[in-house]
Each structure stands twice: as structure tokens, then as C-alpha cells.
T-cell receptor, first 113, second 113 residues
Framework: NAGVTQTPKFQVLKTGQSMTLQCAQDMNHEYMSWYRQDPGMGLRLIHYSVGAGITDQGEVPNGYNVSRSTTEDFPLRLLSAAPSQTSVYFC????????????FGSGTRLTVV | QQQVKQSPQSLIVQKGGISIINCAYENTAFDYFPWYQQFPGKGPALLIAIRPDVSEKKEGRFTISFNKSAKQFSLHIMDSQPGDSATYFCAASMSGATNKLIFGTGTLLAVQP
């Protein structure tokens, strides 16, 4: 099992560009989430999904879109990149309802110039 | 209501000492309290977790103490080792339809040899 796989690991974007951060898991987990990590602010939830076709907003959703067409994949789209979106992005998954730990990917470090 | 407050921001402990990190929450609907450990360049990894029906959980050198009435929980690392040097995050979630995980702001632990 690869767990949660994120690509790319590093990315530099110019302001206004768009891109998609990829996330895939092979554990048949129902729930998936995207977090951003910034110094001194911990991990903040951007969007989450409780199953294929179902997504909802987290704490900081502005500027980001998600979709969940399959159980395995949960891509995060930046519509028009801004310097404030410079961050480390983590994708995570968990089996479903109930108290289970989340498994995190290794992250994507994004810089917007 | 959704916040999880974590302290201290950083902590320096001598090898063999006890590291203590504290967290407080407001939402009494939270029913799952995990701790995550993150090494530089890696994603967070589940370390230990507790449910509010117990006051303490121990796994090796790591112990969670939970005070439901005070809405506080803490991580104790006994016999701290240089290999424990990492960032630690507390978190909280509500089991149920969304199972969203809300994180504290993190504590950078340095264990000096």
C-alpha cells in the first residue's frame, strides 16, 4: 500500500496562474481532506469529502475548488493563484464515520510569486 | 467554538526529561482527541489518541491526560530523546457525518543531548 500520494512535491506559480494539486489514496477510505500548513497557524482545513460526489468547505475554502469523482482521488484546484496561497498543502484520508486517525500525504510545497 | 488552543509554541527539554504539551478546547461535542507528530519535510503522523470516556492513555513513553470538566488534554513524553525532536499537534474531532479534524497551532519540541 502506498497510502496517500501527493503530487507534485514542489511547485512555483506566478500570480494568476491556475493549477491542480493531486491526491490519491489506495486504502479505500471514504473521507478525504485538504489542509494547508502555515508557520504559527497549525493545519487549517480547506475542503473535505465524505465520499465520491460529496464535498464541503472547511475553514479556509476561498480560492480553492475540489471535486471527488472516485473514492481514490481528491484533487485540489487553485483557480487564480495569489501570494497568500504560498503554503504547504497536505491531503489526508480516514476510513469514515467514527473515530479513526487520519493518514496524511507527504505534502506539496507551493510558492506563488 | 471550533478552536483548539495549544501551548507552548516551542519547548526545549534535556535528554531524559519530561516534555509536556497542553491543549484546550471549547466545543463539548468533540469526542476524539488525537496527537500528531511531524518531522521536517514530512506529513503529520498519528501518535496517540484518546476518547473522553477515559482520563489517561499510555503508549510506551507517550501519555495523554484528559480532563473533561476543564476541557483540557495534554501530551506527556517521558524520558525524552533527541529522536523525539519534532513538531507536535493536538487535534479534536466529532464522530459523525463529517468527522472533521481541527488542529491546534503546534509545538516545536527540541530535545537536547
Amino acid at each position: 500500500n502506498a497510502g496517500v500520494t501527493q503530487t507534485p512535491k514542489f511547485q512555483v506559480l506566478k500570480t494568476g496562474q491556475s493549477m491542480t494539486l493531486q491526491c490519491a489514496q489506495d486504502m479505500n477510505h471514504e473521507y478525504m481532506s485538504w489542509y494547508r500548513q502555515d508557520p504559527g497557524m497549525g493545519l487549517r482545513l480547506i475542503h473535505y469529502s465524505v465520499g465520491a460526489g460529496i464535498t464541503d468547505q472547511g475553514e479556509v475554502p476561498n480560492g480553492y475548488n475540489v471535486s471527488r469523482s472516485t473514492t481514490e482521488d481528491f484533487p485540489l484546484r487553485l483557480l487564480s493563484a495569489a501570494p497568500s496561497q504560498t503554503s504547504v498543502y497536505f491531503c489526508a484520508s480516514t476510513p469514515g464515520q467514527g473515530n479513526y486517525g487520519y493518514t496524511f500525504g507527504s505534502g506539496t510545497r507551493l510558492t506563488v510569486v | 467554538q471550533q478552536q483548539v488552543k495549544q501551548s507552548p509554541q516551542s519547548l526545549i527539554v534535556q535528554k531524559g526529561g519530561i516534555s509536556i504539551i497542553n491543549c484546550a478546547y471549547e466545543n463539548t461535542a468533540f469526542d476524539y482527541f488525537p496527537w500528531y507528530q511531524q518531522f521536517p519535510g514530512k506529513g503529520p503522523a498519528l501518535l496517540i489518541a484518546i476518547r473522553p470516556d477515559v482520563s489517561e492513555k499510555k503508549e510506551g513513553r507517550f501519555t495523554i491526560s484528559f480532563n473533561k470538566s476543564a476541557k483540557q488534554f495534554s501530551l506527556h513524553i517521558m524520558d525524552s530523546q533527541p529522536g523525539d525532536s519534532a513538531t507536535y499537534f493536538c487535534a479534536a474531532s466529532m464522530s459523525g457525518a463529517t468527522n472533521k479534524l481541527i488542529f491546534g497551532t503546534g509545538t516545536l519540541l527540541a530535545v537536547q543531548p
